[in-house]
């Protein structure tokens, strides 16, 4: 029985539950709270999440099986809540700078765009990881039929990003998706400078825009010089502590790109994604993985065949849209 919700809610989730999130999903979460004006924060888990959502069997089913991954889950939970109840998606490692504008929570759709072009299939214009808008609208309710659609009859991602994909479809074959798609206005600033400057200990918390996107998963320096790190700062801005004593070391991050490499090659050798996706998909997501932070033009060549390929692959999903 799905709860009923009277007010614009900021939704995030983290399945095992806020009380076992590592520090900087916690500082996160308080950050929300902190910055949220009227609106309340609710935290998603496994274990309520279904008060607020039900998804078919099928995908349940998945998702219990490990067919579907618990973050391409989340991505289908944060559709179907914004079409059901409208509010505001923040992944639970969006870092909240100041109070959230109620403009916000007045858009038929709002997400960060920024100008800053890249070959992702969004080109920066959207980010699924913050997403805003009223219920039922049609930007929501398209993705949330197509990603059913998809893992109805799929057992694998054809791309991480599908949901992305479904975007770029929406947008570019409903005019009224288009057009509340031109009216967000550009971000002010850079969601992702912040994590990269976690190590140092020149920037304040308040240096940032009012979102950034950050990375629990990276090991960042504790201390630096006897100095506050920019980490550091967060943590204690939001009275949580971090006693892992985790130091950061780049030849983490060397082994974190062997061991991706590797994890791409045996995708691309694959008989089973060879058969059904075909050797072109293959091929050029290889070397799109193999390329993505380069930004020279053989990368925008690569990852441009590669996304027509996907595209084209999910066009048997989107029918009329």
């Given at each position: 029985?799905?709860?009923?919700?009277?007010?614009?809610?900021?939704?995030?989730?983290?399945?095992?539950?806020?009380?076992?999130?590592?520090?900087?999903?916690?500082?996160?979460?308080?950050?929300?709270?902190?910055?949220?004006?009227?609106?309340?924060?609710?935290?998603?888990?496994?274990?309520?999440?279904?008060?607020?959502?039900?998804?078919?069997?099928?995908?349940?089913?998945?998702?219990?099986?490990?067919?579907?991954?618990?973050?391409?889950?989340?991505?289908?939970?944060?559709?179907?809540?914004?079409?059901?109840?409208?509010?505001?998606?923040?992944?639970?490692?969006?870092?909240?700078?100041?109070?959230?504008?109620?403009?916000?929570?007045?858009?038929?759709?709002?997400?960060?765009?920024?100008?800053?072009?890249?070959?992702?299939?969004?080109?920066?214009?959207?980010?699924?990881?913050?997403?805003?808008?009223?219920?039922?609208?049609?930007?929501?309710?398209?993705?949330?039929?197509?990603?059913?659609?998809?893992?109805?009859?799929?057992?694998?991602?054809?791309?991480?990003?599908?949901?992305?994909?479904?975007?770029?479809?929406?947008?570019?074959?409903?005019?009224?998706?288009?057009?509340?798609?031109?009216?967000?206005?550009?971000?002010?600033?850079?969601?992702?400078?912040?994590?990269?400057?976690?190590?140092?200990?020149?920037?304040?918390?308040?240096?940032f825009p009012i979102f950034s996107k950050l990375n629990w998963k990276s090991s960042v320096e504790l201390s630096n010089n006897r100095k506050l790190t920019l980490y550091q700062k967060i943590l204690l801005d939001s009275g949580i502590v971090d006693d892992s004593q985790e130091v950061y070391c780049k030849d983490k991050k060397y082994k974190r790109k062997i061991k991706s490499a590797l994890r791409h090659f045996r995708k691309f050798?694959?008989?089973?994604?060879?058969?059904?996706?075909?050797?072109?998909?293959?091929?050029?997501?290889?070397?799109?993985?193999?390329?993505?932070?380069?930004?020279?033009?053989?990368?925008?060549?690569?990852?441009?065949?590669?996304?027509?390929?996907?595209?084209?692959?999910?066009?048997?999903?989107?029918?009329?849209?």
């Amino acid at each position: 029985m799905k709860k009923e919700i009277t007010q614009s809610v900021i939704w995030t989730m983290w399945w095992q539950g806020e009380s076992n999130a590592p520090p900087t999903v916690k500082a996160c979460i308080h950050s929300m709270r902190k910055n949220s004006g009227n609106h309340p924060v609710i935290v998603l888990d496994q274990s309520n999440y279904k008060k607020y959502v039900a998804l078919p069997q099928y995908i349940e089913k998945k998702r219990e099986k490990g067919v579907i991954s618990l973050t391409h889950f989340s991505d289908i939970i944060r559709i179907n809540l914004l079409n059901a109840y409208g509010g505001l998606w923040l992944d639970s490692t969006i870092y909240v700078n100041r109070q959230i504008s109620e403009e916000v929570f007045e858009k038929n759709f709002y997400t960060v765009k920024m100008n800053m072009p890249n070959k992702g299939v969004s080109n920066n214009q959207w980010c699924g990881f913050l997403l805003g808008g009223t219920a039922h609208n049609v930007i929501f309710e398209k993705q949330a039929e197509l990603l059913c659609r998809y893992w109805k009859n799929e057992d694998e991602l054809v791309d991480y990003l599908l949901i992305d994909y479904f975007f770029y479809i929406i947008f570019n074959e409903i005019k009224q998706a288009n057009r509340e798609l031109d009216e967000v206005t550009e971000y002010a600033g850079n969601v992702l400078k912040m994590q990269e400057k976690m190590a140092e200990t020149t920037y304040e918390v308040s240096d940032f825009p009012i979102f950034s996107k950050l990375n629990w998963k990276s090991s960042v320096e504790l201390s630096n010089n006897r100095k506050l790190t920019l980490y550091q700062k967060i943590l204690l801005d939001s009275g949580i502590v971090d006693d892992s004593q985790e130091v950061y070391c780049k030849d983490k991050k060397y082994k974190r790109k062997i061991k991706s490499a590797l994890r791409h090659f045996r995708k691309f050798i694959d008989k089973k994604r060879i058969k059904k996706y075909g050797f072109g998909i293959q091929f050029y997501g290889l070397a799109n993985d193999l390329l993505r932070t380069s930004n020279g033009k053989c990368a925008y060549f690569f990852a441009k065949q590669y996304q027509n390929l996907v595209l084209k692959y999910l066009g048997r999903y989107c029918g009329a849209l």
